[in-house]
């Protein structure tokens, strides 16, 4: 144990590698996201993380205020959660999707349960896209990037 070092357990690799194997979308604000949830630590989380990607944020915390943004905001995205007190996710969707003011804003169902059934009852009440959490940033910011057409700005 001569060379042995208690503080050479905590130095990490000094190799540098890159986690992503595409370029990330550069945005400046221009798009706007509503995150309707419950959960304060899961609205925090997706806030945090879509601010820094460069989304502007809106939140609701339930089906009914989540409805209310949609018409008043006209968001670009609505991540919705499924399980809410009140009018559920499901409920929701289905109201936007059938609203003339809002059907065109495509709905994303984020649910902790990736069950197929789930899945398809989400296409059928029209949802756009499919989360399972917990969201992971892989997975959020090229469904976003689908939704909005955002591969296109990268090729110009």
């Known amino acids: 144990m001569a060379g042995f070092r208690l503080k050479n357990l905590f130095v990490r690799n ?9 370029e990330r979308v550069k ?19 997706l806030k945090t993380i879509l ?5 502007s944020i809106l939140t609701a915390m339930n089906g009914e205020q989540g409805i209310d943004m949609t018409r008043q905001h006209k968001p670009d995205v609505v991540l919705m959660d ?18 003339p003011l809002t059907s065109y804003i495509p709905v994303v169902i ?5 069950q197929p059934t789930e899945k398809a009852w989400c296409q059928r009440l029209g949802a756009k ?3 399972p959490k917990p969201i992971q940033r892989g997975q959020l910011f090229p469904c976003l990037e ?9 090729k110009v």
Do not use: C, W
Request: a negative charge.
């Open 110 to 114: 984020i649910s902790a349960s990736e």
């Open 14 to 22: 000094r190799e540098i590698r890159e986690r992503r194997v595409r």
């Open 146 to 154: 689908e939704l909005l057409d955002l591969n296109t700005l990268t």
């Open 129 to 131: 896209g499919f989360l």
């Open 27 to 45: 945005l400046s604000g221009e798009y706007t996201v509503l995150i309707v949830d419950d959960s304060k630590t899961m609205v925090h989380v």
């Open 82 to 99: 499924v399980i809410m007190p009140g009018m559920n996710g499901f409920q929701a969707t289905r109201v936007l999707s059938k609203d």
């Open 51 to 55: 601010e820094q990607g460069g989304y």
